[in-house]
């Protein structure tokens, strides 16, 4: 499969050499697929961070409460191969630019979760979300092999992984100080009927706030 780029000077601020191994020369490319990795590397380390915001605001068990991972994980299970097909009709760079769309519009969804105050729009939320990070993902893996010599791609998918686990240790120290900073402080338990549709409302818009600003980013990397 080829790459979806048109051919560029070296002028070009990405520089493509396709040669007959195979690789493209795209340096300013590689920066930005070592975004990819940071960007749902984080994303998916918040989980950590949003299940106890949510067991709190909607007095969950803990088995409830891991439907979080549940819904997420199952998008790697059910759009792996969509996404693979979807690499094929459409080229990598198309379809991490659909990828990252996908991402955008789940953390959008947490908007309307947060006005209906139910949990299962937030676990639909969360799958779609989920379904975008699995297609980066996807394209991301092999993409990054292909950008450079064949020889060093094992180093620069070790490299690439190094902003992933970036991103798993950044996310959640800045997500717990946005979306946690106010857990504890009202017991929702205490709380019945239309007072506590409010305050799911209000104490979920922390978390609103959060996944618009990652959507606003990603529809940039977009």
């Known amino acids: 499969m080829k790459l979806d780029i048109p051919a560029a000077s070296s002028s070009d601020p990405v520089f493509l050499d396709e040669s007959s191994d195979g690789f493209v020369n795209a340096p300013n490319l590689r920066v930005l697929i070592f975004g990819l990795f940071f960007a749902f590397g984080g994303i998916t380390s918040l989980n950590d961070i949003v299940i106890p915001k949510l067991k709190a605001l909607f007095t969950l068990s803990y088995a409830e409460a891991m439907l979080v991972q549940s819904a997420f994980f199952a998008a ?15 080229g990598y760079l198309r379809a991490a630019a659909i990828g990252l769309v996908t991402m955008a519009l789940g953390c959008l969804l947490f908007v309307p979760a ?10 639909f939320a969360l799958f779609v979300l989920a379904s975008g990070i699995t297609i980066v993902q996807v394209v991301a893996n092999p993409l990054i092999s292909m950008l450079g010599q064949p020889a060093t791609a094992h180093s620069r998918l070790t490299f690439a992984q190094a902003f992933n686990s970036l991103g798993t240790t950044v996310f959640p120290f800045v997500g717990s100080i946005l979306i946690l900073r106010s857990l504890g402080e009202s017991d929702p338990a205490a709380l019945t009927g239309a007072a506590l549709d409010a305050f799911r409302v209000q104490e979920s818009r922390t978390i609103v706030l959060t996944y618009l600003g990652l959507a606003a980013a990603l529809l940039a990397m977009a």
């Open 114 to 123: 947060s006005s209906l105050g139910v949990f299962a729009a937030f676990l």
């Open 76 to 90: 790697y299970f059910l759009i792996s191969l969509p996404a693979a097909a979807i690499i094929w009709r459409t």
